[in-house]
């Protein structure tokens, strides 16, 4: 079959060449006819191909960056909470938030936080910058932030970081913390409780303890 385009590459070349060296006023009326048409529909199809690629490119191009922008948004006055069987743990504001979809995360400027015990603020912190990510629900905060703990205990930190209501919560760098008037304590770590009823102070620790004047 001359005129079949559908047959193996070895016979394809073979017929590429037969149409290069055949003469066409040899040829039948009616082979003439098949021959204009199988090369118009050779033709039509190489034509549809590479404009479907173009197009293609074109869209996942589009796609792509549509999705970028979707992933990536700036809000201002950002609250973030969680709450299980009408009970709060802890509620985070921000004053702006920078959203990344790819990496579910919200990064936070300004941030404010209160986390709670029996639906009672147990701890509130302040602090300069913050992230959430919504896949492993940690929140970390970092640059000057500061921590009031239930009992008139106070600190600061360069890092502090929550994992759940069961973790113990780590704030790390320059540690300092007060305790009303009598107690001033340096260290490089501190570990509180889950409960936030203690704390640990670990590594290069320094304490000083007042006596209370009232």
Request: charged share 25%.
């Amino acid at each position: 079959m001359p005129y079949c385009f559908l047959q193996k590459k070895s016979t394809s070349k073979l017929f590429c060449a037969n149409i290069c060296g055949m003469d066409f006023r040899q040829l039948s009326k009616k082979k003439r006819v098949y021959l204009l048409i199988m090369l118009a529909l050779t033709g039509v199809l190489l034509w549809a191909f590479v404009t479907a690629k173009i197009i293609t490119h074109d869209f996942k191009r589009q796609m792509n960056n549509s999705k970028q922008v979707q992933q990536e948004a700036v809000v201002k006055g950002v609250i973030l909470t969680e709450t299980k069987n009408d009970q709060k743990y802890w509620e985070v504001y921000g004053d702006t938030g920078h959203w990344n979809g790819e990496n579910g995360e919200a990064q936070l400027d300004g941030v404010l936080a209160n986390f709670y015990k029996d639906n009672k603020v147990s701890m509130s912190l302040k602090s300069s910058k913050g992230t959430y990510n919504s896949e492993t629900k940690v929140i970390t905060l970092y640059e000057d932030t500061f921590i009031a703990i239930d009992g008139g205990i106070t600190l600061n930190a360069d890092k502090l970081t929550y994992v759940n209501s069961s973790e113990p919560i780590v704030a790390e760098g320059h540690i300092k913390v007060r305790k009303d008037n009598t107690l001033v304590s340096t260290a490089d770590k501190i570990v509180i409780s889950p409960d936030y009823s203690d704390f640990k102070i670990i590594g290069h620790t320094v304490s000083k303890v007042y006596e209370d004047k009232k």
